[in-house]
């Protein structure tokens, strides 16, 4: 089957994630070579309560194509990786009408997913300028939306510079100009 490859990765990061074994279907008696190993074949759904969760997937094509996986649990972050305080979040588009819909827009998926702010600022930071900027300085959600939208004055035009440089992990949010519904984790490529 052409799709047992992918399906079984897909079963496997699943696995992974929720931390629940599911039944194998059809298994009436397990192989007597299992026995006294520490391998074990689930006859009911299992919870999986190792810290460290760890699955293998083999897949064997008929061309030859043989491609094996090793995935593991992301390590739980420890905290927040920066200082708490004021950062700066740049927004850029090409006319000032879509800066405008782009703060709107990202005031809305911040309100509405709280992304953490150090990867938001870290992320914003990374993209390439286009003619018309703007930049808001914030500390919390709740005052980066409002400064997004508008309902408050900005922050000094010269802030406290930031104790640390940004760092952070890359987030998936939508490119300037964005017309259209969005999801953090969805890429979308700017309308042509």
């Known amino acids: 089957m052409s799709a047992a490859g992918i399906a079984s990765l897909i079963k496997a990061a699943l696995v992974v994630q929720r931390g629940v074994v599911p039944p194998q279907p059809g298994l009436e008696r397990p192989s007597e070579a299992l026995a006294g190993t520490r391998f074990n074949v689930a006859r009911t759904a299992e919870s999986w ?69 150090a990867d938001l600022a870290y992320t914003l930071s990374t993209r390439a300028a286009l003619p018309h900027q703007r930049t ?35 987030l998936t949010i939508p490119v300037s100009p964005v017309t259209r519904t969005t999801h953090w984790g969805v890429r979308l490529e700017p309308d042509r």
Not at 93 to 115: F, I, K, N, S
């Open 136 to 170: 808001v300085h914030a500390e919390d959600h709740d005052s980066l939306v409002a400064l997004l939208r508008g309902h408050r004055a900005a922050a000094p035009e010269a802030p406290p510079p930031l104790a640390t440089p940004l760092t952070g992990t890359l």
């Open 49 to 117: 309560e190792d810290p460290r969760r760890r699955a293998a997937v083999s897949s064997f094509g008929f061309g030859g194509t043989n491609v094996h996986l090793v995935l593991e649990q992301t390590p739980v972050a420890a905290g927040p990786r920066q200082p708490r305080g004021l950062r700066p979040f740049v927004l850029s588009a090409g006319t000032p009408d879509l800066l405008a819909q782009y703060g709107r827009q990202l005031a809305d998926l911040v309100q509405e997913q709280a992304p953490d702010l």
